[in-house]
């Protein structure tokens, strides 16, 4: 399998004073087609690390590659562009535009990837027909259910067809049967081969992934 995520003695510093080490010689791979929970007490350094990966923050030390690809080496320019082609986010809040449907939200979230508008709006059908919402197409958020809101974005996420999905407590906001029907969303979405990290306090969560990694105090590790 092909690294997708590689962590190398990664490191991240807030200047104090004084300093905060919030992640502290992070080494983690993650291949194509895994599955991995990062779970950990809050200040642990789960959103530090979510940011690291995530390519919206840079690792003071340390080396991380994206999918072979050392972000060190990277403009800002680079970097977003870098972000946009290969990662999808979903999160706790949906961050849906409320005066657009359904198909618009997932359209305009490859607005600025370089996809043509004809492409966007096929990638988007298909998106929204994969996580099952194809008669909700032309809904807006205000119609939908929560669970179906966080399909929305799910499809948002993965309608430019990411190497990576990561999620940060994606069902944070949704009732027990919503969450375990978006859990299994994303059980299929794995084997169908696309790459997960799920960062979560919620052990039912964590139970689906293939991998459970725990960070504590900034220091990351394989949970046995």
């Not at 991380?64 to 990277?74: F, I, P, Q, R, S």
């Not at 944070?172 to 859990?183: C, E, M, Q, V």
């Not at 293939?210 to 504590?216: C, Q």
């Amino acid at each position: 399998m092909s690294p997708i995520v590689e962590l190398d003695g990664v490191r991240r510093t807030f200047p104090g004073p004084p300093p905060v080490e919030a992640v502290r010689d992070a080494t983690l791979r993650v291949d194509e087609g895994d599955y991995v929970a990062v779970v950990g007490p809050s200040g642990s350094g789960k959103s530090t690390l979510l940011s690291i990966i995530g390519c919206l923050d840079r690792p003071t030390g340390g080396r991380y590659t994206l999918t072979g690809v050392d972000v060190a080496e990277l403009s800002d320019g680079e970097l977003a562009a870098l972000r946009g082609r290969r990662i999808g986010f979903v999160f706790q809040a949906f961050h849906l535009l409320q005066h657009r449907t359904a198909l618009e939200n997932v359209e305009i979230g490859m607005l600025y990837n370089g996809t043509s508008r004809r492409e966007r709006r096929e990638l988007a059908r298909a998106a929204l027909e994969r996580v099952g919402l194809a008669h909700r197409l032309d809904f807006p958020p205000t119609k939908l259910s929560g669970g179906e809101q966080q399909r929305v974005a799910i499809a948002r996420a993965i309608a430019p067809r990411p190497s990576l999905l990561l999620c940060d407590e994606p069902t944070g906001n949704l009732d027990s049967k919503t969450s375990a029907s978006i859990l299994e969303l994303f059980d299929e979405l794995q084997a169908d081969g696309l790459t997960l990290m799920v960062v979560t306090h919620d052990p039912d969560v964590s139970r689906h992934a293939r991998r459970i990694v725990e960070i504590v105090d900034g220091v990351l590790s394989e949970a046995a």
